[in-house]
C-alpha cells in the first residue's frame, strides 16, 4: 500500500483551484465563455446519442428541421454555438420534451 506524506496532500489542488488557474475565477468572462462552450457541447453530445440511438444519420435529420447536413455536423462537433431555439428545434425532430424548472 503507498503512503501519502500529508504535506504532499497540502500541495494537491483541488478542481476548483486548477479551473480558477486555467480559466479564471467563477464569474469571469474567461470562466463564462468556457462554462458556456462546455454547456453547449455537453448538450450537443445529448443530442447526437439520441440521434445514433434512433439509427437516424445526419442527413436525415437535417432533411427534418430543413437546413444542411453540414450544419447538424458543426453542431455535435462543437463548431457551433447552439442557440435554444436550435436547440429546441433539433429535440423536437428527435421526439424529445424538456421543461422548464424555474426557482
Known amino acids: 500500500m503507498w503512503k501519502i506524506r500529508e504535506d504532499k496532500l497540502k500541495e494537491l489542488k483541488t478542481v476548483d483551484q486548477l479551473f ?17 462552450r462546455a454547456k453547449s457541447y455537453y448538450y450537443a453530445e445529448l443530442l447526437k446519442e439520441q440521434r445514433k440511438q434512433q439509427k437516424m444519420t445526419q442527413q436525415q435529420l437535417a432533411d427534418k428541421i430543413g437546413k444542411k447536413r453540414e ?8 463548431n457551433s454555438d447552439m442557440q435554444l431555439s436550435t436547440f429546441m428545434l ?5 421526439g424529445l420534451r424538456f421543461s422548464l424548472v424555474v426557482g
Do not use: M
Not at 480559466?23 to 468556457?34: D, T
Not at 450544419?71 to 462543437?78: C, P
Not at 433539433?90 to 428527435?94: G, H, V, Y
Open 90 to 94: 433539433i429535440s423536437n425532430a428527435l
Open 20 to 36: 480558477d488557474d486555467k480559466y479564471g475565477p467563477e464569474g469571469s468572462p474567461s470562466r463564462n465563455e468556457f462554462e458556456a
Open 71 to 78: 450544419f447538424i455536423s458543426n453542431i455535435e462537433r462543437g
